[in-house]
């Protein structure tokens, strides 16, 4: 028994020994064929390069290391270089592309060549090329001749390869951690823009007889996927941070994802206009989704134009404050209406749908003479832009961008608000139209109250519709208001203290003279509020909007220019008997303490 154990111990030593020795056969084999296979490979992966780019670029690497027994291999050092000259000598020939490319990556893997089927059909099948951290650079200049260029190859690539192979394949290429540099040589300058933590993955790259009139691939590729993760840009001026999380993009369906993105700014609402030294709209934005549906990627690698079927914007806020305390900067805004900053974006847009879905919309203001911060919301907006697009060939389809929107003012009242931008106007001509529900009127008190010293006792707003037509320069329109029992307080900033007090007498002659407490009126009379609004040269957008919107409701609620002077003359009248009395007052003191002095002078 013992006996046949130790023959059996010394046959699976043999056994191990064995295939110890075939194994470091097979490594030494492996070792020598890649040895022998590395001047040939070198010179082969060089001249494919060059050949399969019609000599446009060439690849240079420090070493290349081979393991015949895992198929795997490595290159080091590299560097894909564009040869200028014959860039030239394309672009002379109308058939260089709009795009070169700078490549360099210490180190490219390549994993699983199947060397069986490169030897024995003459098929260079790799599982996956990987490469760490490479430097990207891409110059964009756009030609003509390429203006209707399709995403595949005009000759075959196989004609360039045939020679040597019968098919490329790699079914994935992994770009990791890519430092990108963008730089567009379309102006009279070069313009840059940098990125970092770029992931790209290619997949499913083919070269065959056939690959390159496949409609469904995109420059031989089935797909291209691209994951960015925590990217923060910081704004030429230095206010703003962008912060975006998680971005994600696949070619194949067409679709981008955003998880998050927000614009930070780098000061605290009062601190933000101090550090500029003058009061100016500061923004404060973050959305927690975003995506982009329908986005054709061949056209944007051609063009730099962004072409995309639907956008959703969706779970966010933006808020908008401004401190009015500080010295006002008198710059011009005519021609920054949002259709006609559309128009000078450089880069070519159109969004043939932009979804809103559930998003706060705040703007505040801080009052130098009641010393308070006051805000109107637009809470839960939904709704739709159409036609987003600075496009002249889709402008001259339909000149109309429109917006279709629902949110609640101040969170209470339902407000239907519909704007119609003309995208070719040359004076930014637009128009707006909306229906506000019912809602208590005390809801506006956080802004009527910092903002126009006035509280609202009671009032029940019942409906408020407005259609309105503007240009750069002037707003026309219509506005009916239906309110009940509407009751104010003027109020004014008790000197030396931060609160508001309540003027008496001036809340009773705003309620008594100028106030339609009711409208219609008892009689049943409606007073329809016509608006005429004159734009003031340093004006944004939402200031004239909300300029004209207020000239409406001061008519319709009795602010009338006859009314106002009215009250104007009676407090005129009140602040004189004031006076006259003060003055009255004072004289009988001094003949008071005129008759103490002669009396203490007699005794």
């Known amino acids: 028994m013992i006996e046949k154990i130790r023959k059996q111990k010394k046959i699976l030593i043999r056994i191990g020994l064995g295939v110890l020795a075939l194994v470091l056969i097979m490594a030494l084999t492996s070792r020598y064929l890649a040895y022998k296979f590395k001047p040939l490979v070198k010179a082969q992966i060089k001249e494919l390069v060059l050949r399969s780019t019609d000599s446009l670029y060439h690849i240079e690497f420090s070493d290349i ?35 070169i490319y700078h ?7 390549i994993r699983n060549f199947h060397l069986y089927t490169f030897l024995r059909h003459r098929k260079l099948h790799i599982s996956q090329l990987r490469l760490d951290r490479p430097d990207v650079v891409m110059v964009n200049q756009q030609f003509d001749f390429n203006e209707d260029k399709l995403s595949r190859p005009n000759a075959s690539p196989f004609d360039y390869i045939s020679e040597y192979l019968k098919e490329l394949a790699i079914h994935t290429i992994d770009l990791n951690n890519i430092s990108f540099k963008y730089i567009n040589n379309n102006g009279e300058k070069p313009r840059e823009d940098a990125v970092k933590n770029l992931n790209i993955t290619l997949k499913d790259y083919l070269i065959d007889p056939h690959s390159s009139a496949d409609k469904s691939r995109l420059y031989l590729l089935k797909d291209v996927v691209i994951k960015l993760n925590n990217y923060t840009y910081a704004t030429p001026d230095s206010l703003y941070h962008i912060r975006l999380d998680q971005l994600d993009f696949s070619a194949a369906s067409g679709k981008l994802n955003i998880q998050s993105l927000g614009v930070v700014p780098r000061y605290n609402e009062m601190e933000f206009g101090k550090s500029l030294g003058y009061s100016k709209d500061r923004y404060a934005i973050q959305m927690s989704d975003l995506s982009l549906e329908g986005i054709n990627l061949p056209l944007y690698i051609l063009k730099q134009e962004l072409l995309a079927k639907e956008m959703t914007v969706a779970n966010g806020s933006v808020r908008v404050f401004n401190n009015k305390a500080l010295p006002k900067l008198i710059t011009e805004k005519i021609g920054r209406y949002p259709h006609q900053l559309l128009q000078r974006v450089e880069g070519k847009l159109t969004i043939e749908k932009l979804n809103v879905s559930n998003v706060d ?243």
């Open 65 to 99: 290391r081979m393991n015949l027994l895992t198929a795997n291999a490595s290159l080091t050092g590299v560097k894909v270089i564009p040869d200028l000259r014959i860039f030239k000598k394309l672009i002379a020939l109308k058939k260089a592309p709009n795009n």
């Open 103 to 109: 490549l360099e990556l210490e180190k490219l893997e």
């Open 361 to 603: 919309i705040s703007y505040s203001e801080y009052d130098e003479d009641s010393q308070q911060k006051g805000t109107i919301t637009f809470e839960n907006t939904s709704g739709s832009l159409s036609n987003v697009t600075n496009v002249p060939k889709y402008k001259a389809k339909n000149p109309w961008m429109t917006a279709d929107l629902k949110t609640y003012l101040m969170g209470r009242g339902r407000l239907d608000v519909g704007f119609k931008f003309n995208l070719e106007a040359k004076d930014g001509a637009f128009s707006y139209s909306g229906l506000l529900g019912s809602m208590d009127g005390r809801s506006l008190n956080r802004i009527t109250r910092p903002l126009g010293m006035i509280a609202i006792k009671s009032g029940d707003v019942k409906r408020m519709e407005f259609q309105i037509s503007a240009n750069d320069r002037v707003a026309n329109g219509i506005m009916k208001f239906e309110y009940n029992n509407l009751s104010v307080n003027l109020l004014k900033r008790e000197e030396g203290e931060n609160r508001l007090v309540r003027q008496g007498w001036m809340s009773f002659l705003a309620n008594a003279i100028i106030l339609n407490p009711n409208n219609p009126s008892k009689d049943g009379m409606l007073v329809t509020a016509k608006i005429h609004e004159e734009r003031a040269k340093n004006g944004s957008f939402f200031h004239f909007v909300w300029k004209s919107l207020l000239q409406g409701i001061k008519h319709s609620v009795g602010i009338t220019e006859a009314k106002e002077q009215k009250i104007k003359t009676q407090i005129a009248t009140f602040e004189q008997i004031k006076i006259d009395r003060e003055a009255r007052q004072a004289r009988r003191e001094k003949r008071r303490l005129q008759r103490e002095r002669a009396k203490r002078h007699k005794n």
